[in-house]
């Protein structure tokens, strides 16, 4: 998939697909159920926003990151990226959409999102 990020973009929204129900163990947020569906995970790199992305998209060596987990997991697929000049916290709750697991890539959040993967459609 290529990637195009425009001027001034710090935030993404990465677009996944899970295929089927799954468990998995996510840090130290502990193991957790995702149903099948579709998610959205917001995220941000004040620099290097490019390569924060592609490595969500060619899959982490070391799993350091919440979405790590979930894109590790063998069933989940990203179909599409969103990148914005939006704050992140700001972008995450403007996004409709259920939270699975409190805390999912907001361990730094200080906005009171409660998770920045949310299940939606």
Known sequence: MPIV????????QLII??????????????????????????????RGVEARVRRHLTGARRLHCHID??????HA????????SEPECLLNQRTNGQIVLRGFGASDCRAGCGAHLKRIG
Do not use: K
């Not at 987990?69 to 063998?74: D, E, K, R, V």
């Open 17 to 46: 697909e899970l295929a089927c129900p799954v468990r998995i163990q996510v840090g130290r947020l502990g193991i957790a159920d995702f149903p099948a569906g579709t998610f959205v995970y917001t995220g941000s790199a004040r």
């Open 77 to 84: 697929r990203v179909t599409e990226v969103r990148f914005s």
């Open 69 to 74: 987990y979930l894109l590790a997991c063998g």
């Open 5 to 12: 990020v425009p001027p001034g973009a710090t935030t993404y």
